[in-house]
């Protein structure tokens, strides 16, 4: 299984809404990563999780929260977020940083619309 | 700073044709470079990935070139097809940290029948 799987595929929220995206992958990798890519653009990092712990934020508002319960499972919790916020969401895994965080697998991403 | 640097922006070829996307890296040190395609709203799928030593890497009628000393790659579609489609992505890994990536702005490809 070479597939990282996202949920929702779209989702729409008001700005006072919570909601949460979730990512999921069962290649063993130890190394998960939340990227913002709005239209036309590259990808933007956000945050990088290595061993279920968070090892990098990208100085990220507090309004976007992410999670990781287990080492198949990347959540991003969000809340009070601004219209500006709408953008695809894109989930990425690797083997672990070290051994090489090149090695990418991106899933098909959460297309995010905030009201 | 690392930079990836792609041209064209856009393109529209007809069906059947061929075309040559280029990119220019500044990213130092160096360490592979890959090229992905982008689907409208969806995940990258990686096509090709280069390592310093590779001049060639072909996958299907993809083919990527890189010449590390001039840091450039390009990368080449034969007989495009209406599926071919989609944004196309150079990603280099490089610089202090290597897990992070310098991904360029792409270059959208439109096939026309």
């Known amino acids: 299984d070479t597939e990282v799987t996202q949920t929702p595929k779209h989702l729409v929220m008001g700005m006072t809404n919570k909601k949460s995206l979730k990512c999921e992958q069962h290649m063993g990798h130890r190394a998960m990563y939340w990227y913002k890519q709005k239209a036309k653009k590259p990808p933007e990092l956000m945050f990088v999780?290595?061993?279920?712990?968070?090892?990098i934020n990208e100085s990220v508002p507090s309004r976007f929260s992410p999670e990781c319960p287990n080492s198949s499972l990347l959540n991003l919790h969000l809340h009070a977020l601004q219209p500006e916020d709408s953008a695809l969401y894109l989930c990425?895994?690797?083997?672990?940083?070290?051994?090489?965080?090149?090695?990418?697998?991106f899933g098909p991403g959460t297309r995010l619309t905030v009201l | 700073k690392n930079q990836v640097e792609q041209s064209p922006q856009s393109l529209i070829i007809l069906e059947g044709k061929n075309c040559t996307l280029q990119?220019?890296?500044?990213?130092?040190?160096?360490?592979?470079l890959r090229w992905y395609k982008q689907d409208t709203g969806r995940g990258p799928v990686s096509l090709t990935i280069m390592t310093f030593s590779e001049n060639t890497k072909s996958n299907g009628r993809y083919t990527a070139t890189l010449d590390a000393d001039t840091k450039q790659s390009s990368l080449h579609i034969t007989a495009s097809q209406l599926s071919d489609s989609a944004s196309y992505i150079c990603?280099?890994?490089?610089?202090?940290?290597?897990?992070?990536?310098?991904f360029g702005a792409g270059t959208t490809v439109t096939v026309r029948a």
């Open positions: 990119c220019n890296y500044t990213v130092s040190p160096f360490s592979n």
């Open positions: 990425a895994s690797s083997p672990g940083l070290a051994e090489g965080g090149d090695t990418q697998y």
């Open positions: 999780y290595s061993y279920e712990k968070l090892s």
């Open positions: 990603v280099v890994r490089g610089g202090r940290n290597d897990y992070k990536l310098s």
